[in-house]
């Protein structure tokens, strides 16, 4: 009955708009004043431990790459080059959308900044070339969720600190899905362009010449996500070391390109001081939640609910993901991916499914819940963006659901899409 009280209180903030974290830490002490078993401080003790992880110095180091990357000039550089290789594509800058987020992906781990940076200029040269705005928003919507699928990913080093999981394994994990993903949605594009229900305008086919400058001029961005993969495959560096040598590397790209200036390099540490306050306070507020879970044996009874019902590891990742779906539509993803790891990791466990894929899985699920109306938050930073209705963008993004979710599912049947390449790398 007491595990209630942490469930009803926690719905009943949420639904008068409280902020998750708040949310979470006051639901957390309402169930211990209630409860009386264990002290106040017992939140403290919990918190501490919690929030000393290694591995979660990576989030503001990727943060912060991610940022510098955007005010350095590289995310023109990146769409410039992807322009050359796609535009001419049937799809146009649909194509060239995508593929940048694609080489970005390699270089910044949270899908708000693709969304907020690279999709600024995304959108800027859409509108420029005439597509419709809705259209343009959606498609920049559902490309930023690349971005945390390809390493590096801040999601990722979320779950591998709760899930206590070899971040390198799970980094080197999501470059197929991700790739995978992008291609997905390239051939939505061009199946919506090429039924007429999108008019998408090709842009002129440049000659070797310019597609070679712009290779040239984009190179050095190119060849950050080639560092990261390389030091993780080889072994050079863990993750958080990597983090803080692309951070290095985009600070002297910016002062390279010269476009790099005192008071832009203050303006990327202070929204990075910002978004990791944030994450951190979110991650703070779950840690008791999650703990409150597990003493009542939340997991285990939910487990013994799907070993009763099903005993295929397919299915009971489906029934995760159908559930981590619908929550997705209401809470934020940080707070998903810590709400959701101490209840479902277990029965994964269980299950024998591997902690990597379900990682994987697990984390393109609670992505797609950040594209999905009514509280996706990559939609607001959209609409807010594009200066669009909600409702259009909505409307808008509907057919990219369909390759979002065929790729889940074809990472949850073949879970080797997931596991190849971190095989592949123990296997050396």
Known sequence: ??????????????????????????????????DGQFPLSIVLQRIAPGLDSFPLLAIPLFVLAGNLLNSSGIAQRIFDFALALVGHVRGGLGHVNILASLIFAGMSGVASADAAGLGQIELKQMKRAGYDSAFSAAVTAASSIIGPIIPPSVIMVVFAVQARVPLTDLFLAGIVPGVLLGGAL????????????VEAPVQE???????????????????????????????????????????????????????????????????????????VFIIAAAVPFGWILAV?????????????????????????????????MFIETAALLLIGIPIFLPIVLHAGIDPIHFGIVYTLTVLIGSVTPPFGIILFVMVDIAKIKLSRLCLAILPFYVPMLVILLLIIAIPQISTFVPQMLHAR
Do not use: K, Q
């Open 186 to 197: 390239m051939v939505a594009v061009y199946v919506m362009v090429l039924t007429g229900r």
């Open 1 to 34: 009955m007491s595990i209630l009280i942490l469930i009803a209180a926690f719905a009943l903030l949420l639904a008068f708009g409280v902020p998750v974290a708040f949310a979470m830490l006051a639901s957390s002490l309402a169930y211990i004043v209630i």
């Open 296 to 328: 009542n044996g939340v997991s285990t009874t939910l487990g013994a609910a799907l070993a009763a019902a099903t005993d295929s590891p397919f299915i009971i990742l489906l029934l995760i993901s159908a559930i981590l779906l619908i929550g997705g």
């Open 205 to 279: 086919r440049v000659g070797f010449g310019t597609l070679w400058r712009r290779f040239l001029s984009a190179l050095p961005a190119l060849l950050a996500p080639v560092f990261l993969l390389a030091g993780l495959f080889y072994g050079f560096a863990t993750p958080t070391e990597l983090g803080a040598v692309v951070v290095v590397y985009a600070v002297l790209l910016g002062f390279f390109y010269g476009e790099m200036s005192l008071s832009a390099l203050r303006a990327a540490l202070t929204s990075t001081v910002r978004t990791c306050g944030l994450l």
